[in-house]
């Protein structure tokens, strides 16, 4: 087990010889899915073993790989292997497709280890490092309305911390969503990575995180221990809240959009009506004409021409619903201020 924590800890490339279906339901940040059967021929296998045993399956996967098509398999995996001489390789269980690959990779001169237990013992491992860490770490959860800019806080620090909207690349909330986001089972898997790399601190950071994450959840035994650690509260004037929606939300998209306004706008409005109910049909309408002025006209956005439909949503939905929820927990409240004495007081903890 050792071993294992030091491949993650390392981010040791890993060749990962399972389907490609495999691959998408959960993998590991450093691996690579460069298949030995590709979805259909591993189901084709599948079916003959469950008709007539393993030797008639084995048969059948290797009519399957021949030829030109092994050729290539090899190929890719030689390629990755000669780019990373440090790789590992696994298939689920460490089994049949493990050794078959190694063999083939053998005949080429070159030597490839593989993991015993293959993506079964790897995960498991992680499951239980993700269960030990969020019940043993000492964790201080960094509160704060929406555009406090609490990841700043948690980057401006040598103290380690969670990054659990980069391991489930949203940020949170309905306006939050960065690009596709990971399988579940991936997300553990970055978590509980992340808590291999940190050293033992005086605290973990993380950031207050609902328990959904766009579409992805936060394992039950971390959040439990979230919402009993205690809570540094950051408090910016809403202009400046404003300033880092602005730049983090609308600059950022616009930027990764290529500039390309009737895009970002679109998003704008589709991540407003996800909360329409909540926040009503009065308040969605007036907020969704602000929108549009804001983004009426392709000229270089500024904070003028965006602030009135972000300090609307702040003061109508986002504030109203973390002020109710932090009024719960006032009781596990450390600290309070303000970015600069935030800061301070974390390079205070020893």
């Known amino acids: 087990m050792h071993e294992f924590g030091e491949l993650f800890r390392n981010d040791t490339p890993l060749i990962d010889v399972r389907a490609p279906v495999e691959f998408h339901e959960g993998h590991f940040p450093a691996s690579v899915n460069l298949p030995l059967m590709d979805d259909k021929e591993r189901a084709a296998v599948g079916t003959r073993y469950k008709e007539a045993g393993q030797a008639e399956a084995l048969k059948l996967g290797h009519e399957l790989v021949a030829g030109e098509l092994r050729e290539a398999r090899i190929d890719a995996w030689v390629a990755f292997l000669k780019q990373n001489p440090d790789t590992r390789l696994y298939c689920f269980r460490g089994g049949l497709r493990s050794q078959i690959s190694v063999s083939w990779i053998e005949e080429r001169g070159l030597k490839l280890p593989y993991i015993p237990g293959g993506y079964k013992a790897l995960r498991r491992f992680l499951l239980e490092t993700l269960e030990q860490e969020s019940l043993n770490r000492k964790l201080l959860v960094v509160g704060g309305r929406t555009g406090s800019g609490k990841t700043l806080i948690l980057n401006a620090t040598p103290l380690p911390s969670l990054d ?11 306006f939050g969503k960065m690009g596709p986001q990971p399988a579940q089972i991936t997300f553990e898997n970055r978590v509980a990575i992340q808590f291999l790399k940190h050293a033992p601190a005086p605290v973990t950071l993380v950031e207050d995180e609902s328990v959904m994450i766009g ?7 971390l959040k439990d221990s979230m919402n009993q650690a205690p809570i540094l509260l950051l408090e ?22 290529g500039g390309d306004t009737p895009t970002v ?6 991540s407003l009506d996800r909360i329409s109910k909540k926040l009503g049909g009065l308040e969605t309408a007036r907020i969704r004409s602000l929108i549009d002025a804001a983004f009426q006209n392709d000229e270089t956005p500024t904070l003028e021409m965006h602030s ?23 009781d596990r409240v450390a600290f309070r201020g303000d970015a ?7 390079k205070g903890l020893k």
């Open 215 to 221: 579409s992805c959840v936060v394992p039950r035994t």
């Open 236 to 257: 910016l004037p809403i202009q400046e809240r404003i300033r880092n929606i602005f730049e983090g939300y609308v600059l950022e998209r616009l930027h990764s959009h």
């Open 164 to 174: 659990l909207e980069g391991a489930a690349n949203h940020k949170g909330s309905s």
């Open 308 to 330: 009135p439909w972000i300090e609307a949503l702040l003061l109508r939905y986002y504030d109203p619903l973390y002020d109710k929820s932090i009024a719960k927990s006032l």
């Open 265 to 270: 706008a679109k998003f704008m409005q589709e």
């Open 340 to 346: 600069r004495a935030c800061i301070d007081y974390l």
